[in-house]
């Protein structure tokens, strides 16, 4: 039996999603995070169209807040540093009627952030959901990687090479690592990811399968796109792989307080209802809604708000992490 990840086009039981719980990681942005979180949580629920909802907090004052925001939704609390569920959470695997959650160990982004909580949250979610995880003695954060369901991961040199994760392991043990623990049987390699990325390049952020075979990477907006070279880069090594390319539009610069700011469509969620794209006041937030929601046919595209979630330095994909059904 082949146990590996899912695509997330697949159909979900469930999502949790991470809700902001902690006023001195927020500060004035906490307030509305959490209107842009709930926002995103109702979109995916699509009035019962769609999947349930595990809003998951940190403290009572913060499960009381969300249940106000989204009545439509569970809360679970539990403790952890941030919301950051994508890459904290429990990645599950599968095989038919067999679900195997995977939690690996986690060090703060490469020990940017050391945070209580979040080394386990992904134990307890999974022991919450009444499954027992399967704990891999090696740091790997879920929005490093990206998979189409078929055994093809993509991730980038950037993260899962960077010696502030996992010193030991060079690129073939890691190459066997995602083998044993993910049920890879082939991995792309893109290289860089965003500039001023903190998560030091996470895929998700830059590539996201949206087929079997078939990676949507964005198109530099223009001469100023701060990534222009990266997704170029991108393009060529995917290509040169054998993946199709689908392309998608790029934001372009976004600044918030005079700092380029790792804004990125690509971080948009696949639920079963509806594909929910962040934007950020660009030009081409309308032209990449669309886009992604060519994509997905079945599906309602939807274009939110995530600047303030944004702050904290991820969106949509980096808050939620999905059971397979």
Not at 15 to 42: K, T
Not at 99 to 114: I, Q
Not at 271 to 296: K, T
Request: include cysteine; aromatic fraction near 8%; charged fraction near 25%.
């Amino acid at each position: 039996m082949i146990l590996r990840q899912s695509a997330e086009w697949d159909e979900h039981e469930f999502v949790w999603i991470g809700f902001p719980s902690h006023a001195d990681l927020w500060l004035e942005d906490l307030e509305a995070a959490q209107a842009e979180v709930a926002a995103f949580a109702a979109a995916v629920h699509a009035e019962g169209r769609g999947e349930e909802i595990r809003i998951v907090a940190a403290d009572p004052v913060a499960a009381r807040r969300a249940a106000e925001l989204a009545p439509f939704a569970t809360v679970v609390q539990e403790i952890f540093g941030d919301i950051w569920l994508r890459d904290t959470g429990p990645i599950i695997l599968g095989h038919g009627e067999t679900r195997v959650p995977r939690s690996f160990l986690f060090n703060g982004w490469g020990g940017k952030y050391d945070l209580e909580g979040d080394d386990t949250i992904g134990l307890r979610l999974a022991n919450s959901a009444g499954l027992e995880a399967e704990r891999r003695e090696w740091i790997l954060e879920g929005g490093a990687v990206d998979a189409d369901g078929t055994g093809l991961l993509v991730t980038t040199e950037q993260c899962l090479l960077n010696p502030n994760r996992n010193p030991r392991l060079d690129r073939k043990a890691i190459e066997s690592a995602l083998r044993g623990d993910l049920g890879a049987e082939r991995i792309l390699w893109l290289g860089e990811g965003l500039l001023n990325d903190h998560t030091d390049g996470h895929v998700d952020n830059l590539a996201r399968f949206v087929g079997e075979s078939r990676l949507a990477l964005p198109v530099a907006a223009g001469p100023d796109d701060p990534n222009a070279a990266i997704f170029e880069d991108a393009r060529r090594r995917a290509e040169a792989f054998g993946v199709e390319v689908v392309p998608i539009p790029s934001p372009g610069l976004v600044e918030r307080d005079g700092e380029i700011v790792p804004a990125s469509y690509m971080n948009f969620y696949i639920g079963n209802a509806a594909v929910v794209v962040p934007i950020y006041g660009a030009p081409n937030d309308d032209d990449a809604v669309r886009a992604i929601g060519a994509l997905f046919p079945g599906r309602k595209a939807v274009g939110l708000r995530a600047d303030h979630v944004l702050t904290g330095g991820g969106s949509f994909h980096c808050i939620s992490q999905q059971m397979p059904a």
